[in-house]
């Protein structure tokens, strides 16, 4: 059993079908998945279910991924929820954006399930910052 | 746009070689005005001096000499100043023509990237539901289903590669492909190069050497990039190779270091030598996979950092292709 079991995963994708492909995928890694839609439902469950690790598309319409993730990061609640970001754009220049918004890891889409497995126990197993 | 991308914005347009030419032109245009003034000043002073001077009377207007001199002098005057004309539009023309060009191709580079950024949002669906089928995630595959699956899988790992080097092609192209450099050891990238084609070596049979000096050679380089260059080379030599090795070869003569991969494969026929490193170009009996930009990408790396990259070979006698690039300390 890895670090990621029973662990509520809330992630957010503006295509069914890659919802529904990550969807499959969490559960067998035994995982709580939680869908949405677009950012702003991204956020609003965020804050609602407080899961334990927030995967979010990075090109979405509306708000955008990292734009998403960079309102998590400021808010009290949900500051602590470390997030991963998976993105089809450049990931030379994405690096530092990533940073800037504060994720805690990106992805390249197309990508490798044992890398975001990967990703994802990292990010877990991080200690995070007390909720101040 | 912020401030220091202003800046950034007006450096490039200072540095574009096209705004460089119309600056220059317009300077070029000037001086050709004072010239042209220059010019014609000449005709009307000697016409003066004929008429005061060396005629000294108005008599000579009402010779018909006279007359034609005037005549073709005026003449002289308006085809310096249609020609004057004529130079400048063409030249205007030349160099809206070449400007369009220039916009041409970044609107193509453009599209090639976007474009390439359209396939990996659809791909990351058709690997995920793949890789999920495969392992087992939509219940236990028959014997028989794991072949196409396997063969899908196989395609989508190319398309991907081939989206990653469109993408690079794209931004070479545009001159947008930066580089990020450290200092890094090159017997460590061609440790991990070589390791990661271990695998296709060994499932064609072949001997796969890394020779390097034990004292660490510095390279002040992208890692990533530079992996990409060699990663290309030894798969490439692993490709063309039916049977034999391949060598990577590491040296360093003073301020150079050398990179160098040998194998013992079919070789390239002395005509095709010239057009390996452009993009698309693929030579000999295309029984291989492969779509022909690797080599114009390592290219580009390589000069990016300084370098060069040659090839000697021969049909049927191997190829050894070098990388030398500028050492460190
Ligand atoms: N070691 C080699 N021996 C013989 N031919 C070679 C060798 N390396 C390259 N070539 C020839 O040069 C061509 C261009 O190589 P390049 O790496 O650019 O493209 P590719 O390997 O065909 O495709 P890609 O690298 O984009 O997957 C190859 O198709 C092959 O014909
Ligand atoms: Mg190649």
New binding site residues.
């Given amino acids: 059993m890895g670090v990621a079991t029973g662990k509520t995963v809330l992630f957010a994708d503006d295509e069914e079908s890659m919802r529904k492909v990550l969807e499959r995928r969490l559960t067998a890694w035994g995982c709580r998945p939680i869908a949405a839609t677009n950012s702003l439902d991204a956020v609003r469950l965020a804050r609602e279910r407080r899961p334990d690790l927030i995967l979010l598309d990075d090109t979405m319409p509306g708000l955008t991924g990292l734009a998403a993730c960079h309102q998590l990061k400021l808010g009290e609640d949900t500051r602590h929820i470390p997030v991963l970001v998976l993105t089809a754009r450049d990931s030379r220049t994405l690096a530092a954006e990533v940073r800037t918004a504060g994720a805690d890891g990106f992805l390249q889409k197309p990508f490798e399930f044992t890398e975001l497995l990967q990703l994802i126990e990292g990010a877990l197993a991080q200690p995070q910052p007390l909720r101040s | 746009m912020t401030p220091p991308e202003k800046e950034q914005r007006a450096r490039q347009r200072r540095l574009d070689p096209l705004e460089e030419l119309r600056a220059s032109t317009e300077a070029w245009l000037s001086q050709f005005n004072i010239a042209f003034a220059l010019m014609s000043i000449i005709p009307l002073l000697i016409c003066c001096y004929l008429i005061t001077v060396k005629f000294f009377s108005l008599s000579i207007l009402a010779g018909i000499n006279g007359m034609y001199f005037l005549f073709a002098v005026i003449l002289a005057l308006l085809g310096l100043l249609a020609g004057r004309q004529v130079i400048r539009t063409v030249i205007r023309r030349l160099l809206d023509a070449n400007e369009r060009m220039d916009r041409f191709q970044t609107m193509q580079s453009e599209f090639v990237h976007h474009v390439a950024h359209e396939f990996r949002s659809p791909l990351a669906i058709i690997k995920g539901a793949l890789d999920n089928l495969r392992d087992g995630l939509y219940g236990t595959l028959t014997s028989e289903q794991v072949e196409p699956l396997t063969m899908s899988n196989r395609e989508v790992a190319r398309l991907r590669r081939v989206v990653g080097?469109l993408l690079d092609i794209g931004q070479i192209e545009s001159g947008k492909l930066a580089l990020h450099r450290e200092l890094l050891v090159l017997q460590e990238v061609l440790r991990d190069v070589t390791q990661a084609c271990q695998a296709l070596s060994t499932e064609r049979g072949l001997a796969l050497e890394l020779q390097a000096p034990e004292q660490p050679i510095r390279v002040h380089a992208d890692r990533d990039r530079l992996s990409q260059v060699f990663l290309?080379l030894v798969t490439?030599?692993i490709?063309?190779t039916p049977r034999g090795g391949v060598q990577v070869r590491l040296t360093r003569n003073g301020a150079a270091t050398q990179v160098e991969v040998a194998?013992s494969?079919?070789?390239?026929a002395r005509e095709d030598l010239g057009r390996?490193f452009v993009k698309f170009?693929?030579?000999?009996a295309g029984d291989q996979e492969?779509?022909?930009?690797?080599?114009?990408i390592a290219k580009a790396i390589v000069e990016l950092h300084d370098g060069r990259i040659w090839v000697e070979s021969e049909s049927n006698r191997g190829?050894h292709f070098f990388v030398r690039l500028p050492a460190e300390g």
């Fill in positions: 080097d290309n490439n030599a490709k063309f194998d494969g079919r070789g390239i390996l170009e693929r030579v000999g492969g779509s022909g930009l690797g080599l114009a190829s």
